[in-house]
């Protein structure tokens, strides 16, 4: 999947991403994470969403919410694998 930074600051960060479900689960993630604003919006329907992040340091929250819905995927998955 490929991602496009359109804004880099050092408080905010706005980056392109092709699929709307992962925009909505990064903005939960960044959320529960403590960012001070995450949001997305789509300009049309046609173009791909744009996730805006509001942090004191916002690539690295976006990294930690990452790796938490990360850990979170890993753990469904090896609970679906026990109940076979």
Do not use: C
Request: no cysteine; charged share 35%; proline share 4%.
């Amino acid at each position: 999947m490929e991602i496009k930074v359109l804004k880099d600051e050092k408080n905010e960060l706005d980056i392109e991403i092709p699929s709307l479900t992962i925009a909505e689960v990064l903005r939960v993630y960044l959320n529960k994470e403590g960012a001070k604003l995450a949001a997305w919006k789509k300009a049309h329907q046609t173009s791909n969403p744009v996730l805006h992040i509001e942090a004191d340091n916002p690539k690295k929250l976006l990294k930690n919410a990452i790796k938490a819905l990360e850990k979170e995927i890993d753990t469904t998955v090896a609970d679906f694998k026990k109940l076979k």
